[in-house]
């Protein structure tokens, strides 16, 4: 399981929604058509490729991720629910991209199946995790359609990269070709964690609650 943002300044966000409609006309394929990891195929891997390309050439673009493993759940063990878990996950995700002197409006693919009330519970942790009180540094969290927005589209595809490079029970060439091209932008093999100060592409592999007491 993997959970990921990809995350910009707000005023740059229409330039890089306007380059990722450039990349689509580039390869003659439809504006509406997602960037999305299970539209990763031989006959668009180019347009693909070209997308990875185009995150790690702009600066103001960065993501983080975090991966899970689902054999070290023990929800019982921890007193936990699998809400519970879920916030904490968020916590994790999050807590490497927020910064006090900052504010942030943070959407949600609506197909993570998070309610309106959920939505306020995660904004309630991540706000008292910030010390946040008065909502000054996370302005807003809301759910989205993903097919509306880009950028949302752009973790989606990124998050599905590492996933397949964590698994060994997958075959996709065209998928394979864009996983190897991460690779070799970031010089990371994508099967560990990096620093938590990487910038770029972090990624925090979770593999028990010792590991959550360590990266928060």
Known sequence: ????????????????????????????????????????SPSRVDFFLDV???????????????????EQLSHDQHAQTHDDFYYKMYFLL?????QPNNTYNIY???????????????????????????RNIINRIQNVRSHEINTLQLADLLIGAIQFANR????????KAVVERIKEHSNYSLLKSTLPSEKKLNIFHWRGRQDFEHES
């Not at 060994?168 to 998928?175: G, P």
């Open 108 to 134: 949600l693919d609506i197909k993570d199946t998070l309610s309106a009330t959920k939505v306020e519970k995660l904004h309630d942790v991540l706000s008292k995790s910030m010390l946040d009180f008065d």
């Open 94 to 98: 999050l807590s490497r991209v927020l």
């Open 1 to 40: 399981m993997a959970m990921g943002a990809v995350y910009c300044p707000i005023d740059a966000l229409g330039d890089i929604n306007q380059q990722l409609r450039t990349l689509k006309r580039k390869h003659s394929l439809p504006e509406n058509i997602e960037i999305k990891w299970t539209k990763v």
């Open 168 to 175: 060994d029970d997958v075959t996709s060439e065209a998928k």
């Open 52 to 70: 990875i390309d185009y995150f790690f050439a702009e600066k103001l673009l960065r993501f983080r991720s975090v991966v899970i493993d689902k």
